[in-house]
């Protein structure tokens, strides 16, 4: 089985931040990644594949990153609507999850 | 646009059968770029894949689950389906239906809503 680990778990921000996370898988899944945005009660949205893809209709302040078995979601500048659970996602072998960071109004 | 909506009983008895059904609407699920996924969320916890299904018939299920898992697609009828079998409380959890865009190597790209199944006597 992968393992994903994302860090943080939770992170308190404030609009206009830069905002960084991580997710690191237990082997290499050759950029078989996804970042997932979710907020209560609603299902994930798709925001980036491929580690570095940004999926269509996508605002471009979201950007990923990486290779191997270090990945980075990074939201340039925080917006209002951006306060949600993110989670990483590796699809090399089935598919498994990270635990999901919440980003969180400071 | 392509939609997905889960269907099916939000109440299921400890050792029963879960049974859901997701109708696809807007696209294709006989389209062979695409596959099609069952993910599951407990309430406050993280996602968890359940397995997934080719327009072929083809499957492969999370080997924590596999046992008990069958997932089966109905082409005539847009729809793809997940039986989970005797099932426990730690069955509960919000269920997805998601397509899997196989032809950029298989990310989730459109989901369903979501539908609350608890297990419960």
């Known amino acids: 089985d992968i393992q994903m680990t994302q860090s943080p778990s939770t992170l308190s921000a404030s609009v206009g931040d830069r905002v960084t996370i991580t997710c690191r898988a237990s082997q290499n899944i050759n950029g078989w990644l996804a970042w997932y945005q979710q907020k209560p009660g609603k299902a994930p949205k798709l925001l980036i594949y491929r580690a570095s893809s940004l999926e269509s209709g996508v605002p471009s302040r979201f950007s990923g990153s990486g290779s191997g078995t270090e990945f980075t979601l990074t939201i340039s500048s925080l917006q209002p609507d951006d306060f949600a659970t993110y989670y990483c996602?590796?699809?090399?072998?089935?598919?498994?999850f990270g635990q999901g960071t919440k980003v969180e109004i400071k | 646009q392509v939609q997905l909506q889960e269907s099916g009983p939000g109440l299921v008895k400890p050792s029963q059968t879960l049974s859901l059904t997701c109708t696809v609407s807007?696209?294709?699920?006989?389209?062979?770029?695409?596959?099609w996924s069952w993910i599951r969320q407990p309430a406050g916890k993280g996602l968890e894949w359940i397995g997934r299904i080719y327009t072929s018939g083809s499957t492969n299920y999370n080997p924590s689950l596999k046992s008990r898992v069958t997932i089966s697609v109905d082409t005539s009828k847009t729809q793809f389906s997940l039986k989970l079998s005797s099932v426990t409380a730690a069955d509960t959890a919000v269920y997805y239906c998601?397509?899997?865009?196989?032809?950029?190597?298989?990310?989730?790209?459109?989901w369903g809503q979501g539908t609350l199944v608890t297990v419960s006597s």
């Open positions: 998601a397509r899997v865009a196989g032809d950029r190597g298989g990310d989730f790209d459109y």
């Open positions: 996602q590796q699809y090399n072998s089935y598919r498994t």
């Open positions: 807007g696209g294709s699920i006989s389209n062979s770029n695409y596959y």
